[in-house]
Nanobody, 123 residues
Framework: EVQLQACGGGLVQAGGSLRLSCAAS????????IGWFRQAPGKKREVVSA????????CYADSVKGRFTISSDNAKNTVYLRMNSLKPEDTAVYYC????????????????WGQGTLVTVSS
């Protein structure tokens, strides 16, 4: 059974940090890229960052470049999203997902999805 378990969300003040984790199981982790998406209330889901588990290539949305860092621990089948300098506009439900694409930036490319974890940034 494929599972993507996202955790690490919470309430943080603006300027603070959080680290999200996405633990994967049930598929060949090294053959997939893992992406983080977010959906704020009333808005469409958008890609935040993605990483290839095979070669470590990454991509970031412009809105998070320089503040967020994605990383992968292949031994643990886990991808992390370190979020620094958080802003109120980062408030959203964050989802992790898996794709066979090298580093997918469209949610249509993603086959497996985890449940979301809520990040709330207060001003």
């Amino acid at each position: 059974e494929v599972q993507l378990q996202a955790c690490g969300g919470g309430l943080v003040q603006a300027g603070g940090s959080l680290r999200l984790s996405c633990a994967a199981s049930g598929f060949t982790f090294d053959a997939y890229a893992i992406g983080w998406f977010r959906q704020a209330p009333g808005k469409k889901r958008e890609v935040v960052s993605a990483i290839s588990s095979s070669d470590g290539s990454t991509c970031y949305a412009d809105s998070v470049k320089g503040r967020f860092t994605i990383s992968s621990d292949n031994a643990k089948n886990t991808v992390y999203l370190r979020m620094n300098s958080l802003k109120p506009e980062d408030t959203a439900v964050y989802y992790c997902a898996a794709t066979r694409a090298h580093v997918g930036t469209s949610e249509d490319e993603y086959k497996y999805w985890g449940q979301g974890t809520l990040v709330t940034v207060s001003s």
